[in-house]
């Protein structure tokens, strides 16, 4: 079965400094979202990318983030210049089309900042 | 805007009794309901989804959930539980452009041999 994957699974990084989580929807996908979850507390909806743009986003996507799609497989999330409160686990997440289509989500990465 | 209640952190149930996990939702909008399922170090599965029609709707593992709109809820609910069950269980809702999930807390269900 086709499956959504991100690398890496697990990022350490000093505060203040740029971080990019990857991401591989399934190929044939054509919406791509990005999610956070804070250890312990709900998972957060980041932005969602269509068309090779963003479709939508949280109040949480400030200017700080950016996402892309570089190629015709990779979707990226870039934090710019981290903080503390940017650790969390990342879920990168795809759909084929409309929201009746299942969401399949990646494994996630988890990044700490220190 | 959506927003998602779970109203149990933690629910612990021994093997073969039957589980409910609560969910409710408030929205202005008509929306669409989901519940995941997050297995240790793995992304989220969805379990199962209500869009329209039949209020009872059913997903994979044996699980299904009835969507009430007089009360705002989408509960949870298999008749009997195996320790493979045991992870943590999402809900969440959509308006109907899909643009954007709301999750709730998060429910970790424990299944006690």
């Known amino acids: 079965e086709p499956e959504v994957t991100q690398t890496p699974s697990h990022q350490v990084t000093q505060m203040g400094q740029e971080v990019i989580l990857r991401c591989v929807p399934i190929s044939n996908h054509l919406y791509f979202y990005w999610y956070r979850q804070i250890l312990g507390q709900k998972v957060e909806f980041l932005v969602s990318?269509?068309?090779?743009?963003?479709?939508?986003k949280s109040e949480i996507f400030d200017d700080q983030f950016s996402v892309e799609r570089p190629d015709g497989s990779n979707f990226t999330l870039k934090i710019r210049s981290t903080k503390l409160e940017d650790s969390a686990m990342y879920f990168c997440?795809?759909?084929?089309?409309?929201?009746?289509?299942?969401?399949?989500f990646g494994p996630g990465t988890r990044l700490t900042v220190l | 805007a959506q927003s998602v209640t779970q109203l149990d952190s933690q629910v612990p149930v021994f093997e073969e009794a039957p589980v409910e996990l609560r969910c409710n939702y408030s929205s202005s909008v008509s929306v669409y309901l989901f519940w995941y399922v997050q297995y240790p170090n793995q992304g989220l599965q969805l379990l199962l989804k209500?869009?329209?029609?039949?209020?009872l709707v059913k997903g994979i593992n044996g699980f299904e959930a009835e969507f009430n709109k007089s009360q705002t809820s989408f509960h949870l609910r298999k008749p009997s539980v195996h320790i493979s069950d045991t992870a943590e269980y999402f809900c969440a809702v959509s308006d109907h452009t899909g643009n954007q999930f709301y999750f709730g807390t998060g429910t970790s269900l424990t299944v006690i041999p």
């Open positions: 997440a795809s759909t084929l089309g409309l929201v009746t289509d299942t969401q399949y």
């Open positions: 990318f269509y068309n090779n743009e963003i479709s939508e």
């Open positions: 209500y869009l329209s029609g039949s209020t």
